[in-house]
């Protein structure tokens, strides 16, 4: 694993581009902001800024023995 640092919208799509990947799956909680809501900050900004194809995760985030972990809402496409 490697860390990054800077704007995770960017950092994302820029890693995307730089590694030629042909799509992005990214996570999302969506609970910052009312507009963000729908998606998430992170996950909005990346849809926003990519030029490959991204599929967006529904996810909850829990609290199990003291961690964060996190759980597939839908497992449906059209949920």
Do not use: F, N
């Not at 902001?33 to 985030?61: K, N, Y």
């Amino acid at each position: 694993m490697e860390k990054r640092v800077g704007v995770p919208g960017v950092k994302i799509t820029r890693l995307a581009l730089d590694t030629g990947y042909k799509a992005t799956v990214i996570g999302s909680h969506g609970h910052s902001l009312p507009r963000d809501i729908a998606l998430g900050g992170v996950a909005t900004d990346v849809v926003h800024r990519a030029e490959v194809p991204v599929l967006v995760v529904r996810l909850e985030i829990l609290e199990e023995e003291g961690q964060r972990c996190c759980r597939v809402v839908s497992t449906d496409i059209l949920s």
